[in-house]
């Protein structure tokens, strides 16, 4: 992509900003909440590009100033002035063009949204539940170092410790555009605590991570949701088996069923289960357009099959593999601990690399 066509990209991309600008900002258009919410993401979303537009035109200008000193300037003082800015100049261009590339492909608009994330024990009996609670400690540690907030809305906890299976929403800046790299089969090699002659094991938990649905996202009928009570069951008190605060939300149409018990009050948990149920509707439609793009893309990392296996984690080795991006760390114990921002940073560069190759601008 050469720079003539970069910058008549962005000229296009400031007319549409000076017009979402304008729109904001009509009393007809603030009057319809769902139409103004949308045009001010995107000009939230539009912005960066601006910034860039802004600075990779004054980047040219300035080339385009150096070179014609260069042509016309009879000074040797001033001369070489200009010689040393061109050289500056011409070194930032290029990375600032790269920039501008991965700013112009189109986002995944779920990529902002608060994240459902979701971690079920599979195979390896209570083994995998002891992974699973492994897992969520380490999504929880790494969640604490964003400063995301986390709240467990659904668990089921294993016989001998972790769970079979717990489900949580995390809320923060582009929760679901960077935890998406997480979802699919995650494997564990260890001896486990179960095991009496030592051998290594492999088990297994699934992880999948929703983008949270907004109010306007999706309108749910009353009229198809049934909903149940009943008593809540692990910590909690003296409410806990007294009281009926647990919710149970069926959606007739879908067969979908969710269930919140982790608050004390009802409506609080009828509130926590309506936005979870409101989700999954809506994933089953954002499901097809994940279909859709991992059928294109071998290493989508936020594909839509969910059964895929992901990563290994191997503990006698003291070693973690993305199977995706072929990438090993032996760093396990840093890893399990919360440190996978490495992990998501190259699977974010593997993907971005992707899309630029199939957007013909590498």
């Known amino acids: 992509m050469s720079g003539n066509i970069i910058l008549d990209k962005l000229e296009g991309i400031k007319l549409r900003f000076d017009e979402v600008g304008q729109l904001i900002t009509d009393p007809d258009i603030i009057a319809d909440m769902k139409r103004y919410v949308k045009l001010n993401k995107e000009y939230r979303d539009l912005e960066p590009i601006i ?13 385009q100033t150096a070179k014609d000193i260069l042509a016309k300037e009879k000074d040797e003082e001033m001369r070489e002035m200009a ?3 061109l050289i500056e100049l011409e070194e930032k261009i290029g990375p600032l063009e790269e ?11 779920e990529d902002e949204k608060n994240a459902i994330l979701e971690i079920r024990a599979g195979t390896g009996g209570d083994e995998a539940s002891i992974f699973a609670g492994d897992l969520f400690r380490m999504y929880l540690k790494y969640c604490e170092r964003k400063k995301w907030k986390v709240e467990v809305t659904h668990l089921n906890e294993g016989t001998v410790g972790g769970y079979k299976e717990i489900v949580m929403k995390v809320s923060g800046d582009g929760v679901y555009g960077i935890l998406k790299y997480e979802s699919g089969v995650h ?32 309108d749910l009928r009353q009229e198809d949701i049934r909903k149940d009570t009943y008593c809540s069951s692990g910590p909690g008190g003296q409410s806990v088996n007294t009281t009926y605060s647990a919710i149970r939300l069926t959606h007739i149409p879908s067969g979908i069923v969710v269930t919140c018990q982790d608050e ?11 936005a979870e149920l409101r989700t999954r509707l ?25 059964s895929a296996k992901i990563r290994t984690y191997n503990y006698p080795q ?20 919360g440190d996978i921002q490495e992990i998501i940073e190259q699977l974010q560069m593997a993907e971005n690399a992707e899309r630029l190759k199939e957007a013909g601008v590498e």
């Open 187 to 218: 494997r564990v090699q260890r001896v486990p605590q179960t095991e009496t002659q030592g051998r290594v094991h492999t088990s297994a938990a699934t992880v999948a991570v929703l983008p949270e649905a907004e109010d306007f996202d999706i």
């Open 51 to 63: 910034e860039a537009y802004k600075e990779y035109k004054n980047i040219l200008s300035n080339i």
């Open 318 to 337: 003291g070693r973690v593999t993305d199977h995706r991006i072929n990438l090993t760390l032996y760093n396990l114990n840093a890893i399990i601990d």
């Open 99 to 109: 920039k501008i590339k991965l700013l112009l492909l189109p986002k995944d608009p």
């Open 264 to 274: 004390k009050s009802q409506i609080k948990n009828l509130d926590k289960a309506m």
């Open 282 to 306: 809506y994933n089953l439609e954002y499901q097809k357009y994940l279909d859709e793009i991992s059928s294109k893309r071998k290493t989508m990392v936020s594909t839509g099959d969910r």
């Open 83 to 85: 010689k040393m800015e």
